[in-house]
C-alpha cells in the first residue's frame, strides 16, 4: 500500500479527482514501466489522506477503483481507500482561467482548447467537461462531478483536446468522449452530485 498526501484544490473541501488521478499516474510511471491508469471510477468523495492499495480489503469500502496499464501490456488494478488523516494544506486553482480559451461548438455539443501547459492534461479535460455540461444542461439539481475515465492511451501534454458530450441520462450523467488532436484516446462520464 501507498499512502497518498492531497491538498485541497481551491475553494473545495474534497480531494478533487484530478490530483488523485495525477499521484496515481506518476506511481503507475515510475512503478509500471511507463505504464498509465487506463480506468478509473470514484465511488465516493475524499476527504481524507487516501492510500492507494494493489489488492481489495473487503473490510473497507473503496473510494475508488481502477486499472493500470504497465508498460508491457499487463493489467493491475487499484482501490483507493481513505485513511482518516486530515487534508491540512490547500493551493490555489483558477478553473475559469483555464478554460477561458476552449471554444465551444453547440452543434457537435463539443468543447476544444489547445494545451498551454497551464494545467495537466486531466486538469484540462475535467474542467472543458464541466464547462461543457454546464452549457448544455445546466438546470441540475447538485453540481457536475468528475465520475470516472476510461483511456486507451495515456494523455500527452501537448496538442489540441476536444471533448465531446455524446449522451446525458436524465440530467444525472453526461458520457463525453475525449480527442487528442485528431484520435480518440478515452471516455469521461460525469455525475451530478453534492459534494
Given at each position: 500500500?501507498?499512502?497518498?498526501?492531497?491538498?485541497?484544490?481551491?475553494?473545495?473541501?474534497?480531494?478533487?479527482?484530478?490530483?488523485?488521478?495525477?499521484?496515481?499516474?506518476?506511481?503507475a510511471t515510475q512503478s509500471f514501466s511507463r505504464g498509465f491508469v487506463t480506468h478509473i471510477?470514484?465511488?465516493?468523495?475524499?476527504?481524507?489522506?487516501?492510500?492507494?492499495?494493489?489488492?481489495?480489503?473487503?473490510?473497507?469500502?473503496?473510494?475508488?477503483?481502477?486499472?493500470?496499464?504497465?508498460?508491457?501490456?499487463?493489467?493491475q488494478p487499484f482501490w483507493l481507500f481513505d485513511r482518516e488523516e486530515e487534508v491540512l494544506?490547500?493551493?490555489?486553482?483558477?478553473?475559469?482561467?483555464?478554460?477561458?480559451?476552449?471554444?465551444?461548438?453547440?452543434?457537435?455539443?463539443?468543447?476544444?482548447?489547445?494545451?498551454?501547459?497551464?494545467?495537466?492534461?486531466?486538469e484540462y479535460v475535467i474542467a472543458m467537461t464541466k464547462h461543457l455540461s454546464y452549457q448544455?444542461?445546466?438546470?441540475?439539481?447538485?453540481?457536475?462531478?468528475?465520475?470516472?475515465?476510461?483511456?486507451?492511451?495515456?494523455?500527452?501534454?501537448?496538442?489540441?483536446?476536444?471533448?465531446?458530450?455524446?449522451?446525458?441520462?436524465?440530467?444525472?450523467?453526461?458520457?463525453?468522449?475525449?480527442?487528442?488532436?485528431?484520435?480518440?484516446?478515452?471516455?469521461?462520464?460525469?455525475?451530478?452530485?453534492?459534494?
Amino acid at each position: 500500500m501507498i499512502e497518498l498526501q492531497f491538498e485541497f484544490k481551491a475553494e473545495r473541501d474534497y480531494v478533487h479527482g484530478s490530483d488523485i488521478f495525477n499521484a496515481i499516474s506518476r506511481i503507475a510511471t515510475q512503478s509500471f514501466s511507463r505504464g498509465f491508469v487506463t480506468h478509473i471510477a470514484f465511488r465516493n468523495i475524499a476527504r481524507h489522506q487516501c492510500v492507494l492499495a494493489f489488492e481489495n480489503n473487503t473490510s473497507l469500502t473503496a473510494l475508488a477503483t481502477g486499472i493500470i496499464r504497465a508498460g508491457d501490456g499487463r493489467s493491475q488494478p487499484f482501490w483507493l481507500f481513505d485513511r482518516e488523516e486530515e487534508v491540512l494544506g490547500r493551493y490555489a486553482f483558477d478553473e475559469e482561467a483555464i478554460v477561458g480559451s476552449a471554444e465551444i461548438c453547440a452543434d457537435d455539443r463539443s468543447i476544444s482548447l489547445l494545451q498551454n501547459g497551464a494545467a495537466t492534461p486531466i486538469e484540462y479535460v475535467i474542467a472543458m467537461t464541466k464547462h461543457l455540461s454546464y452549457q448544455l444542461a445546466p438546470d441540475i439539481d447538485g453540481k457536475w462531478l468528475f465520475g470516472q475515465l476510461n483511456l486507451d492511451a495515456p494523455f500527452n501534454s501537448s496538442g489540441v483536446l476536444r471533448v465531446f458530450q455524446k449522451s446525458i441520462l436524465h440530467g444525472r450523467m453526461s458520457i463525453n468522449e475525449i480527442w487528442l488532436d485528431d484520435t480518440k484516446i478515452g471516455i469521461i462520464r460525469f455525475i451530478v452530485g453534492n459534494p
